[in-house]
């Protein structure tokens, strides 16, 4: 997977509490993004950050925080979780705009 | 309407035979083309990138894009049971940040 890990693998979390799921690489590559995938909609881009510090929103961003305060290491926050968030989260990296690398996923499941 | 359009399938073909995918998409402006592999519960992996219009070969896989009609193809000779995934289209502008929109993706079962 591209020097992608994604942590952590399955959760089971509750209707309002918060969740923070972390995306590490070692590749050292400049673009990081997370996305959910849900059936019938594909992948959908939530975040990106094209640096340290430097995030902007995607397409659904609403309900989701992220930061990234090393290159390494990208992190999405579900503020208040609730049932729609439930979804297989995926983190991406990328040295160039044209082709993105993504890890093997997280699963989470709000109850 | 979805910017991005690939049938989801499932598409059951004999081993062997021809596996043909493709994507229709409405934004002019997409310049660059991939195709992901993704297995069930792993996460999806490049198979193949194309730059605007043309063709693409690599071993038994083979990508157009025919940018005046807005589609793109893949296709997969000799296909096998290890080719059992969904294959997700792809597509971006340029100087968009990899900001991809990607189809649903099509699930493809061989059968041996």
């Known amino acids: 997977d591209a020097g992608i890990t994604q942590s952590p693998r399955h959760k089971v979390t509750e209707t309002g509490t918060p969740v923070t799921l972390r995306c590490h690489q070692t590749e050292n590559h400049r673009y990081m993004y997370w996305y959910r995938q849900d059936p019938g909609h594909g992948l959908r881009l939530i975040h990106y950050?094209?640096?340290?510090?430097?995030?902007d929103k995607g397409e659904v961003s609403d309900g989701y925080s992220v930061s990234r305060s090393k290159t390494e290491d990208f992190l999405l926050t579900l503020e208040s979780a609730t049932s729609s968030q439930t979804s297989v989260y995926f983190c991406?990296?990328?040295?160039?705009?044209?082709?993105?690398?993504f890890g093997p996923g997280t699963r989470l499941t709000v109850l | 309407q979805k910017e991005v359009e690939q049938d989801p399938g499932p598409l059951s073909v004999p081993e062997g035979a021809i596996v043909s995918l493709n994507c229709t998409y409405s934004?002019?402006?997409?310049?660059?083309f991939m195709w992901y592999r993704q297995y069930s519960r792993k996460g999806p992996e490049l198979l193949m990138y194309?730059?605007?219009?043309g063709n693409k070969e690599d071993g038994r896989f083979t990508a157009q894009v025919d940018k005046s009609s807005k589609y793109i193809s893949l296709f997969i000779r000799d296909s096998q049971p290890s080719d059992s995934a969904t294959y997700l289209c792809?597509?971006?502008?340029?100087?968009?940040?990899?900001?991809?929109?990607f189809g649903a993706g099509t699930q493809v079962v061989v059968t041996p």
């Open positions: 792809a597509m971006s502008v340029t100087d968009s940040w990899g900001k991809f929109q």
């Open positions: 950050s094209y640096g340290v510090k430097d995030t």
């Open positions: 991406a990296i990328s040295s160039s705009y044209n082709e993105q690398f």
């Open positions: 934004n002019s402006a997409f310049q660059y």
């Open positions: 194309t730059y605007s219009s």
